[in-house]
T-cell receptor, first 112, second 113 residues
Framework: SQTIHQWPATLVQPVGSPLSLECTVE??????LYWYRQAAGRGLQLLFY??????ISSEVPQNLSASRPQDRQFILSSKKLLLSDSGFYLC???????????FGNGTRLTVT | AQSVTQLGSHVSVSEGALVLLRCNYS??????LFWYVQYPNQGLQLLLK??????LVKGINGFEAEFKKSETSFHLTKPSAHMSDAAEYFC???????????FGKGTSLLVTP
């Protein structure tokens, strides 16, 4: 069966520090991969999605970036965090043929 | 572009009462529609989905939803609420399978004894 791993679960970082969040998927090949951010009262905002290695689509301009160095690995990064980057970050994967998104357990990021 | 509107950011029901969470969508092509549930500090779990075929969709935990094209709606219902149903519920729409889902802002369900 397919599983998705996302870490760390919680993270506290000072303003201006770098960020790296990692997500890996097991049990499937060539998944579509996604990064969402959830802020209180604002639902889920799609940040990036990827349909293959090295293929990244950005939905919202920001100081975050994403990379997909391997088929089942998706990384969210920032060179310098802002206070507004605080939130709950969710990684997800999807197959094809109408399949829904499957989410990881999320990373709670607090920028201080 | 497709979008979703969830009516009511907070819904409160008594244990054993009917649960009705409203979702309306906007899409220029036949949509794929989903309902997810989120418990505190956890990821989202799929409740049910509509892609094609039968318009009444049954999901996990006794939930179901009906796709009504004429009303552009996909409301979520459960005949009898349990305390364990208290959570955040998200409706989502996609125009192409496997691509990005657009989520509503969520409805927080409170179940009172």
């Amino acid at each position: 069966s397919q599983t998705i791993h996302q870490w760390p679960a919680t993270l506290v970082q000072p303003v201006g520090s770098p960020l790296s969040l990692e997500c890996t998927v097991e049990g499937t090949s060539n998944p579509n991969l996604y990064w969402y951010r959830q802020a209180a009262g604002r639902g889920l905002q799609l940040l990036f999605y990827s349909v293959g290695i090295g293929q990244i689509s950005s939905e919202v301009p920001q100081n975050l970036s994403a990379s997909r160095p391997q088929d089942r690995q998706f990384i969210l990064s920032s060179k310098k965090l802002l206070l507004s980057d605080s939130g709950f970050y969710l990684c997800a994967w999807a197959g094809t043929g109408g399949s829904p998104l499957h989410f990881g357990n999320g990373t709670r990021l607090t920028v201080t | 572009a497709q979008s979703v509107t969830q009516l009511g950011s907070h819904v409160s029901v008594s244990e054993g009462a009917l649960v009705l969470l409203r979702c309306n969508y906007s899409s220029s092509v036949p949509p794929y529609l989903f309902w997810y549930v989120q418990y505190p500090n956890q990821g989202l779990q799929l409740l049910l989905k509509y892609t094609t075929g039968a318009t009444l969709v049954k999901g996990i935990n006794g939930f179901e939803a009906e796709f009504k094209k004429s009303e552009t709606s996909f409301h979520l219902t459960k005949p009898s609420a349990h305390m364990s149903d208290a959570a955040e519920y998200f409706c989502a729409v996609s125009e192409r399978s496997g691509y990005a889902l657009n989520f509503g802002k969520g409805t927080s369900l409170l179940v009172t004894p």
